[in-house]
């Protein structure tokens, strides 16, 4: 990181600078008091109430049979999520990236969608569009025999939804750094087109797609409104990790409420902080 | 993990308005399995929501949106999220500083403290919230089932978006110009003010408009928070959610559109933004 105006030797005049003295100290203080009260308490109280009774109340909570089906659950749409969005997000930004057609701008700007859209209006949309009755997929899906709303595949469906442009978004950078002089020159030495992704193009981009699976992965446990809507929250069928979190809260079981929910911030912490970790030290090796 | 990145995609080489291609056979089928599968699952339903509400006409909208329940809640929801993204302009913009220019020892945990309410889910935002701020708080203050709890949780879920807008443009900032206005005998505040500012605003700008839009979508860290009070503390997102409850997909339809139409606002402007940028230079 930079040194602070003050620092270099050809600043001595510069002491007057931004950023020094008790303006320095005093805006620390403010960022560290904020962050302190909005985020870091809290989250160490969430901590606090689940384990301030040992581990025994923590095992009771998760194995509790209700509780393990939503986990699983979760589990399941997370990873169906995961791989879907991997593909396609690979899918895409080579196409954003290495390939020029119409609609392409389109396509671009329509990729962010998914993140900008609420949850809840994505849960409404898959109503409109699978519901049994009059959607306009729906309705031909069960008569084949697939129901889409209020079993699995309608929550896997919605939490692919709400998470689809994350890889797309940490790929498309490192797409474009990597050029494509090696993938030229694979080809004109004779590698197809699918030796050539597999060799050359794949192991540039490793990394941008390891950090858009697992940010992926960490937006997917964590979804709960689109989730809700499709899901139809029935107790130890469709109901996922976060559903049972609201549930067991409103039926005043707080303590499994606080349990479950530090396990799924323990998770989230858990994974930005390998990302930060990883991102850290394959700039350093890069550099 | 949402933030906005600025020339990321946009940098990308484009073919400009001329219809033409570079795609070979492979990458064509590729992009027509893209195109379909982004359809069906998003394209497709969202559209459908829109045609559901204009399918009950101009009096389909006029009636939800002006029923008093649903204008309270859409008030609500516009004003606190305004409020709250000028809350996250000031100290977004005070934390990038911080953590740019004047680090110190540990900053590098406040990184992680930033990305945090990204990365948990709302339900469980909600719920770290109420610990502190609920019936049960350690230090007496319960602001649960009140209108500050909306303030509240829109805050929590908004503070990375500023921050990391601003964080990566103050990074290359170049000290130059800083350091004439100094040995010109500018004060700090005046360097900060004429030199910095005006290079981080559209920045400022852009991380201002995402938290704006993510305030208004919030639905998951309120629902245990804010006790949804109607005319109270009901937002827009749980209004919609009770119109889907009791079956009324036409109102729910209505009330989505007009979220929809706040992204797609936000977005549209994010990226006019950032041509103008691009076109200056």
Known sequence: MADTPTAGPTLTQGSRSVGSGAGRVTRQAIVILYLSALVVIPVALVFWNAFKDGLAPVVAALTDPVVVHALQLTLIAALWSVVLNAVF???????????????????????????????VVVGLSLVIVYNVRDGILG????????????????????????????????????LQEQGTDQEQ???SLGASGWVTFWRITMPGIRWGVVYGVVLCFARSIGEFGAVKIVSGNITGRTQTATLAVEQLYQNFNQAQAFTIAAVLAGAAIVIISVVAVLRVRVERNES | MTAVQFDAKDAAPTGGRVLRHTLTRGAGIGLGVVVLWFSVLVLLPLAAVVAVAVNGGWDGFVDTLSNPQTASAIELTVFTSLAVAVLNVLIGTL?????????????????????????????????????????????GVNVAN?????FL?????????????????????????????????ASAATTFRRIVLPALIPAIAAGG??????????????????????????????RMLTYVENGNLASASVVATVLLAVALVVLVAID????????RG
């Open chain 2, 209 to 238: 408009a995402l938290s704006f839009a993510r305030g208004v979508s919030e639905y998951g860290s309120l629902v245990l928070l804010s006790g949804n009070l109607a005319m109270r503390t009901e937002v827009t997102s749980v």
């Open chain 2, 95 to 139: 934390i990038a500083w911080v953590l740019v220019r004047e680090r110190f020892p540990g900053s590098r945990l406040l990184e992680v403290v930033i990305d945090v309410p990204f990365a948990l889910p709302t339900i469980v935002a909600g719920l770290v919230l109420l610990a502190l701020y609920g019936p049960a708080s350690p230090i």
């Open chain 2, 146 to 150: 009140t209108r500050t709890a909306v």
């Open chain 2, 272 to 279: 006019l933004l950032q041509r103008w940028l691009v076109r």
């Open chain 1, 139 to 174: 309705q031909p899906l069960a008569e084949l025999g697939i129901r889409v709303l209020f079993s699995t595949p309608g929550i896997v469906l919605a939490t692919t939804f709400i998470s689809m442009p994350l890889v797309v978004r940490e790929v498309v950078p490192v």
């Open chain 2, 153 to 185: 949780a829109f805050a929590f879920v908004t503070l990375p978006f500023v921050v990391r807008s601003v964080q990566p443009v103050l990074e290359q900032l170049e000290r130059d110009a800083e350091q004439a206005a100094h040995s010109l005998g």
């Open chain 1, 185 to 187: 020159a694979a080809s």
């Open chain 1, 89 to 119: 997000g690979v899918a895409v930004s080579l196409l954003l990236v290495r390939y020029e057609f119409p609609g392409k701008r389109m396509l671009n700007a329509f990729i962010d969608l998914p993140l900008s859209v609420s949850p």
